[in-house]
């Protein structure tokens, strides 16, 4: 079976790996509703509608094609008032992906950034299990990706997004929740934002409009965070070998802007 792998990044002297973890807000609330114009895509880089009814899926903002990634998945789930339908890819390794390419609409540069997703997460998520990256990894490719961690990170659950810059500094930014029952991975429907603010050098995590806090990113002070030719896509696929995703996934939305 194709996975999305992890690999060792490049041993260099300027490759610098951090990793920072803030405390989960207590007060993420129960599945929301959708706000009146949910996929509004004002300035929108590359977006997701979720609205194909079979095969691959593309991007609205620029037509970027992603293709069936291994299992199969149902389309035309409904349930998000206002973000339906979605997609619900299966467990272990249902999803979409697009080969290495260069795609301008997922990278920031040294600037801002927003990435938005609306999904519902059917269970406790398998460790490491990634929801959308744009470093498949398998060259060590510049990038972003955004995953669940549980059972690496027990007794917490968690939610991360590894921002890989091309000179492949990495930062991990972790905010940690409760375990089983945790309201991010509960199965009922839910936003997920990420800030990133270069100016103030952090990112900020938004579940279900409420903010999570804030994690520093100054390792990354004016370092290019691009997708590059050796850049993939991924969505709803793992990133290391032999961990599945263990439990389905539904995207409904997905909007990535080029600032806050």
Same mark, same amino acid.
């Given at each position: ?84 339908? /979605?997609?619900?890819?299966? *467990? #272990?390794?249902? @999803? ?5 390419? =260069?795609?301008? !609409?997922?990278?920031? &540069? ?102 999570? /806090?804030?994690?520093?990113? *100054? #390792?990354?002070? @004016? ?5 590059? =030719?050796?850049? !993939?896509?991924?969505? &709803? ?24």
């Amino acid at each position: 079976m194709e996975r999305c792998k992890d690999i060792s990044l490049a041993n260099s002297v300027s490759n610098i790996k951090t990793n920072v973890t803030h405390n989960v807000n207590s007060n993420i609330g129960p599945p929301i509703s959708a706000p009146s114009d949910p996929e509004d895509l004002t300035g929108a880089s590359f977006a997701l509608l979720m609205n194909e009814p079979s095969g691959g899926i593309t991007d609205a903002i620029a037509a970027v094609p992603l293709v069936v990634y291994n299992a199969a998945s149902t389309y035309g789930v409904t349930g998000f008032a206002g973000y339906d339908p /979605g997609i619900q890819m299966a *467990a #272990a390794d249902g @999803g979409f992906k697009r080969a290495p390419a =260069a795609t301008a !609409g997922l990278s920031f &540069g040294t600037g801002d950034g927003n990435i938005f997703l609306a999904l519902r997460v059917d269970g406790v998520l398998g460790a490491f299990a990634e929801i959308f990256i744009t470093t498949i990894r398998e060259a060590g490719d510049p990038g972003f990706s955004i995953r669940g961690l549980t059972a690496v990170d027990a007794p917490n659950s968690s939610m991360s997004l590894q921002l890989i810059a091309t000179d492949f500094t990495t930062v991990t930014a972790t905010w940690d929740g409760a375990e089983a029952g945790d309201a991010i991975f509960n199965g009922g429907n839910h936003t997920w934002e990420f800030k990133i603010n270069r100016t103030a050098a952090t990112v900020e995590l938004f579940v279900d409009a409420i903010s999570q /806090g804030t994690v520093s990113i *100054a #390792a990354l002070a @004016g370092k290019s965070l691009n997708n590059t =030719a050796s850049s !993939g896509i991924g969505l &709803g696929c793992e990133w290391r070998a032999g961990i599945d995703r263990d439990v389905p996934i539904t995207v409904y939305f997905v909007k990535v802007k080029q600032t806050l």
